[in-house]
C-alpha cells in the first residue's frame, strides 16, 4: 500500500481506517544515533521541549472515499529528525484539524507559542496523534481533535455541532485530516474565552487566538496547509 493518495487536493472522506502496528516505525529503528544527535541540538535552541510519543505513518491511502494506513508509535525526537528528511524517509505524517467554526461564521485559530517548535505559527488547534487517541488499535479523529482543542483553548468541542463527514487535503509536508465543528458563540467572544485559559495558564502552548473573518483574511505566520483550508470554508462547502 505504501503511500497512494492524490496530492494537493481536498478529499472527501468517510471513513478513517488507520490503525497502530506495535512494531518499530523503520525510520526510528535505523537512525538510532542520528535521532539522539539531532535530539541534542533541537534541545539546546528550545530547552522545553519534551520527548514524548508521537505517531508516524509507514502507509496511507484512498479508497473509496475511505482513508486506509498503518502507523507506529515512535519519541517525539524521531519525529524531529523525520522533519528533516522526510523524502527518503519511508515515513509520512498525518494529523488532525478541528475547523472551529464560530456562530458569525467566522474561523478561530490560534498562535503557537514561543517556546515550540512551530513558534508564531498560525493554525487550527492541533497536535500529533498520540497512542491514547486509539481505540482497539483504530485511531479515533474526532477524540484527537476535542482532546488537543481542549488541551490547547480550553473550548470544549463534545457539544458542539460536528460537520457530517470528514476530508483530507495530502501535500509534501503530511496529510491533515479535517471537519468543522460549530459553535453558538461570536469568534470575538470564543477569542475572549480562549485569551483567559491562556492568561491563566502557567507554561501556555498557544499565544494567542487568530480570528479569520473571510478568504482573504489570511494573517501573518500561516502555515501553508491552512490556506486551502479556509477557502474552503467560505467557498460554502458541504460540511
Known amino acids: 500500500m505504501s503511500f497512494d493518495l492524490p496530492r494537493n487536493v481536498i478529499l472527501p472522506v468517510d471513513a478513517v481506517d488507520v490503525r497502530l502496528d506495535p512494531s518499530l516505525h523503520p ?23 519534551y520527548d514524548g510519543t508521537v505517531v508516524l505513518l509507514s502507509a496511507l491511502a484512498y479508497r473509496d472515499s475511505r482513508l486506509v494506513g498503518r502507523c507506529h508509535a515512535v519519541k517525539y525526537s524521531t519525529f524531529m529528525l523525520w522533519r528533516k528528511n522526510r523524502e527518503l524517509s519511508g515515513a509520512e505524517h498525518a494529523y488532525a ?14 498562535r503557537m507559542g514561543s ?7 498560525v493554525y487550527f488547534a492541533a497536535g500529533s496523534f498520540e497512542p491514547i487517541d486509539f481505540r482497539d488499535g483504530l485511531v479515533d479523529v474526532d477524540f484527537n481533535m476535542i482532546r488537543e482543542v481542549g488541551e490547547e483553548t480550553g473550548i470544549d468541542l463534545a457539544v458542539a455541532q460536528r460537520g457530517q463527514r470528514y476530508y483530507a487535503l495530502s501535500t509534501a509536508s503530511g496529510t491533515v485530516i479535517f ?31 487568530v480570528i479569520i473573518r473571510h478568504a482573504a483574511d489570511l494573517p501573518d505566520g500561516l502555515m501553508g496547509h491552512m490556506k486551502p483550508l479556509i477557502e474552503w470554508h467560505f467557498a460554502g462547502e458541504q460540511a
Open 27 to 49: 525510520f526510528e529503528r535505523d537512525n538510532q544515533a542520528a535521532i539522539a544527535e539531532n535530539w541534542r541540538r533541537e534541545m539546546e535552541a528550545k530547552p522545553a521541549l
Open 97 to 110: 484539524h478541528a475547523v472551529l467554526v464560530a456562530g458569525d461564521n467566522a474561523l478561530v485559530a490560534i
Open 115 to 121: 517556546h515550540t517548535v512551530n513558534a508564531g505559527r
Open 179 to 209: 471537519r468543522r465543528y460549530q459553535v453558538a458563540e461570536s469568534a470575538d467572544e470564543i477569542a475572549r474565552r480562549i485569551g483567559a485559559f491562556v492568561a491563566a495558564e502557567t507554561e501556555p502552548e498557544i499565544a494567542e487566538p
